[in-house]
C-alpha cells in the first residue's frame, strides 16, 4: 500500500489549507486512516492530529478542535484533512498513516509527508 500526501504549503496566519492523502494498492482493504504532525525542531515526534475509522468514526488533538475537520472518501480510499484558522503554531509536517489489511493481515503504512508552514 502506497499512501501519497498533497496540499501542504505555505499560508498566513488564519488562512486554510486542505490536506488530501491518497492510498493505492491492489488487494487491500483499509481500516484506520489518520493525519500526525511533527513540528520543526530537534527531538520533535510525530503527534496525532486527528483519526478517522472506516465507519467515520473521527477524533480529534485538542490543539486543532473546531478548527479542521477530516473526512474520507472510501471509494476512493482518499482521506482529507481541512484546516481552518490556521496558526504558527500547525506548522510541521504532516503525515499520513493507514492501517491497512493486505492478504488477511493487518500492517500499517506512513506516507512521505507535507509540509505546512503558517507564518504569522
Known amino acids: 500500500v502506497q499512501l501519497v500526501e498533497s496540499g501542504g504549503g505555505l499560508v498566513q496566519a488564519g488562512g486554510s489549507l486542505r490536506l488530501s492523502c491518497a492510498a493505492s494498492g491492489s488487494r487491500f482493504s483499509i481500516n484506520f486512516m489518520g493525519w500526525y504532525r511533527q513540528a520543526p525542531g530537534p527531538g520533535n515526534q510525530r503527534e496525532l492530529v486527528?483519526?478517522?475509522?472506516?465507519?467515520?468514526?473521527?477524533n480529534y488533538a485538542d490543539s486543532v478542535k473546531g478548527r479542521s475537520t477530516i473526512s474520507r472518501d472510501n471509494a476512493k480510499n482518499t482521506m482529507y484533512l481541512q484546516m481552518n484558522s490556521l496558526k504558527p503554531e500547525d506548522t510541521g509536517v504532516y503525515y499520513c498513516k493507514t492501517e491497512a489489511i493486505v492478504s488477511g493481515k493487518g500492517y500499517q503504512y506512513w506516507g512521505q509527508g507535507t509540509q505546512v508552514t503558517v507564518s504569522s
Open positions: 486527528a483519526t478517522i475509522t472506516s465507519g467515520g468514526a473521527t
